[in-house]
């Protein structure tokens, strides 16, 4: 049997404001690809499928299509309910999208009421699916304990709870099926990927031995830097299809195609991803920065600015950035000494030599700043 897993679209993310809905469909376009081309059985859609909780019609537009294209290549999708997902939305279109091949899970149910699905491929391999969205802490850890227990016991609560769940899913495996569970969780040993939201991912957590040996494969959700956990089975992360920000440090987006079989552990391996674009930072002093001006292409810029600020610099770099999202201008540090070295006495009641004063100490070189605050004194001291 031949699975797709991919997870953390977060289809609706803006970055400062930037629509990114051409990126989302030129990269699931690519994923819709590589699932035609890899002929697979199974795609496995780990949540987080939207940004927010209440998407956009063209958010949910541009989802609802990839899903069923992907459906429509032949294969049958399994799709979760990640943090940022809308879990009652998700369960009120279950019924159009089994009609279209496409299985949502939307809560943790029992293993017998949809908490784990079967699906047989064309070579007559049965998947057995054991079906783990995002289980929010508020369900676990009550207000009452929030107020009168040890965070520690907050943590241990969620991890038991997630651990009889996974039990409970896991009890449905057999030798004669290719047993896997797809996952919304932080697991222990994870590298974040530096774009995720933190809280969700670093307050609650669960051992990866919550997962056993009768699993082939874990396709997780909720971390982007797609990477293998260790643990007791193959338990990966898929990451996300492009950096979502600039934290997203690392270089690696892609799916992972699985090939798996009853009785041995599943093989992984990586299918890069190239649609959406590039997050670089550059940084250096203005003449620096300007040197590289028309070297960047489409990539989306985060620009550090190394000098003190003065009129017009961030302008001027935007000008020679169209694809600037940030300008950073950072002046030199001043000590706390240095800050107060003239005696505030000797200023009172000098507008101009205070305002002098805050340019000197933001490193700010500001004649010009200067001059016009004097000329706009001298016009409101002035006389009707």
Avoid at 49 to 58: G, H, T, W
Avoid at 212 to 238: D, F, T
């Amino acid at each position: 049997m031949k699975i797709l897993h991919t997870a953390d679209w977060h289809v609706g993310r803006t970055l400062r404001g930037r629509n990114r809905a051409d990126e989302h469909r030129a990269v699931l376009d690519e994923i819709v690809g590589i699932a035609e081309r890899e002929a697979v059985d199974l795609v496995l859609v780990a949540g987080d499928q939207f940004d927010r909780a209440v998407p956009s019609p063209e958010s949910e537009q541009i989802v609802y299509n990839a899903l069923l294209r992907l459906a429509r290549t032949g294969t049958h999708v399994v799709v979760i309910a990640g943090n940022h997902d809308h879990p009652r939305r998700l369960a009120a279109l279950g019924p159009l999208l089994k009609l279209a091949n496409v299985t949502p899970a939307a809560f943790v149910r029992p293993p017998n009421e949809g908490g784990v699905v079967r699906h047989t491929a064309h070579s007559g391999e049965t998947a057995c699916i054991a079906l783990f969205p995002f289980q929010s802490k508020r369900g676990i850890v009550k207000a009452e304990a929030l107020m009168g227990e040890d965070p520690d016991d907050h943590q241990k609560k969620y991890a038991d709870r997630c651990r009889r769940i996974a039990a409970a899913l896991c009890g449905e495996f057999s030798g004669d099926t290719v047993n896997l569970v797809v996952a919304h969780l932080t697991v222990v040993g994870a590298a974040t990927g530096g774009g995720e939201r933190s809280a969700h991912i670093f307050d609650y957590y669960v051992p990866a031995d919550i997962f056993p040996s009768s699993a082939h494969y874990v396709a997780l959700g909720h971390i982007h830097k797609p990477q293998r956990i260790g643990g007791k089975c193959p338990i990966w992360y898929a990451g996300s299809p492009f950096a979502m920000d600039f934290g997203e440090t690392h270089d690696e987006h892609c799916v992972l195609i699985v090939e798996a079989e009853a009785g041995a552990p599943a093989r992984a391996r990586r299918v890069p991803l190239a649609a959406g674009r590039a997050l670089r930072t550059i940084r250096g002093r203005a003449h620096e920065i300007a040197a590289l001006a028309g070297t960047t292409g489409d990539d989306y810029l985060r620009v550090i600015v190394e000098e003190p600020p003065s009129p017009g610099l961030a302008e001027g770099i935007r000008e020679m950035f169209p694809h600037a999202v940030d300008v950073i201008v950072q002046g030199p540090d001043r000590e706390d000494d240095a800050r107060n070295a003239m005696d505030p006495t000797a200023l009172r009641g000098d507008p101009g030599a205070l305002f002098r004063r805050y340019l000197e100490e933001s490193g700010v070189e500001g004649d010009a700043l200067a001059k016009l605050f004097d000329e706009l004194l001298e016009e409101h001291l002035a006389p009707a």
